[in-house]
């Protein structure tokens, strides 16, 4: 079993930057992709980016140039670098990690982005 322990949310004022992590622990035999995706009200959830193990990247459109997503290895941990925040990146954050054939979930972060 593996889990997965998200830190890094909070309140944050338009324009500001918060740093997520998230790091597995567990029975992990090899980590593929490590992705973030994100929930708001009444919506569904989406895939903000996404890491592979050989570090590519990929983002959804909303926030090419604001965020950036990285991984390191040595610790089973990815990172999200949120700068710009807009009140509509307000929503829980998920982490995502694939390992074999299995994908895993955290529990989720709330961030909120107001004055």
């Known amino acids: 079993q593996v889990q997965l322990v998200e830190s890094g949310g909070g309140l944050v004022q338009p324009g500001g930057s918060l740093r997520l992590s998230c790091a597995a622990s567990?029975?992990?035999?090899?980590?593929?992709?490590m992705g973030w995706y994100r929930q708001a009200p009444g919506d569904k959830r989406e895939l903000v980016a996404v890491?592979?193990?050989?570090?590519?990247?990929n983002y959804v459109g909303s926030v090419k140039g604001r965020f950036t997503i990285s991984r390191d290895n040595a610790k089973n941990t990815v990172y999200l670098q949120m700068n710009s925040l807009k009140p509509e990146d307000t929503a829980v954050y998920y982490c995502?990690?694939?390992?074999?054939?299995?994908?895993?979930w955290g529990k989720g972060t709330l961030v909120t982005v107001s004055s």
């Open positions: 567990g029975s992990i035999f090899s980590i593929n992709n």
């Open positions: 995502n990690v694939h390992s074999g054939s299995y994908s895993y």
């Open positions: 890491i592979t193990s050989g570090g590519s990247t």
